[in-house]
């Protein structure tokens, strides 16, 4: 079945410091492929998506590229800030054509990340 | 911007006892889904409405859990009876329609306690 591997937390950083959360994923096709962020106490927010190889998603500075060839979407930021301090979930939605009445987000488990000032 | 409104925000429970959730999804709204997120882990999909219909339910613990979206708008989940296990945030969600690429939203969550 499909499936999204995240880079295990959490992530510390400094403010100003480059981020690189790692995910990679299981599926058939071409599925889609998202970044989620849920900050604290909050619900889950869309934060980027990427839908068709080699697109790039960018949101607030963020950026992950959908790599067909490595099955990948790392989520990168230049120079972070205190206020990204939230948790990050990468997740896939299968392609419409690899059948099936649904179409059902399969989320990793999450990356928690801290940046200090 | 429109939100999902979930109630209550916290709820404190003892096992066996029964507990209910509520959703109302922004208007207009066709899909809804009730997501689980144990601690520490990704929210998994426990059940799928489109309009009133239940689309997939195959991850929702049928002898314990049940879901409704009466008039297709607002949902209620219930766990009767409740077990240690279930204690996790339960997340709302809902999306215009369920193509593919569709952005979902989500509420702020129910966090169940089961003591």
């Known amino acids: 079945g499909d499936s999204v591997t995240q880079m295990e937390g959490p992530v510390t950083l400094s403010e100003e410091a480059f981020l690189t959360i790692n995910c990679t994923y299981t599926a058939t096709g071409y599925p889609s492929l998202f970044w989620y962020v849920q900050y604290p106490g909050e619900g889950l927010q869309l934060l980027l998506k990427?839908?068709?190889?080699?697109d790039k998603g960018s949101n607030k500075g963020f950026e992950a590229t959908y790599r067909k060839e490595t099955t990948s979407f790392h989520l990168e930021k230049g120079s972070v800030q205190v206020s990204d301090s939230a948790v990050y979930f990468c997740?896939?939605?299968?392609?419409?054509?690899?059948?099936?009445?649904?179409?059902?987000?399969?989320f990793g488990k999450g990356t928690l990340l801290t940046v200090n000032p | 911007e429109a939100e999902v409104a979930q109630s209550p925000r916290y709820k404190i429970t003892e096992k066996s006892q029964a507990v209910a959730f509520w959703c109302d999804p922004i208007?207009?709204?066709?899909?809804l889904y009730w997501y689980r997120q144990i601690l520490g882990q990704g929210p998994e999909l426990l059940v799928q409405f489109q309009d009133e219909s239940v689309v997939d339910d195959s991850q929702l613990p049928k002898d314990r859990f049940s879901a409704e979206r009466l008039k297709g708008v607002d949902s209620t989940l219930k766990i009767q009876p409740a077990e240690l296990g279930d204690s996790a945030m339960y997340l709302c969600a809902s999306s215009y329609n369920r193509a593919t690429n569709e952005k979902l939203f989500f509420g702020s969550g129910t966090q169940l306690s089961v003591l």
């Open positions: 990427a839908t068709k190889a080699d």
């Open positions: 208007s207009g709204h066709a899909t």
């Open positions: 997740a896939l939605r299968p392609e419409r054509s690899s059948g099936g009445s649904n179409y059902k987000l399969t």
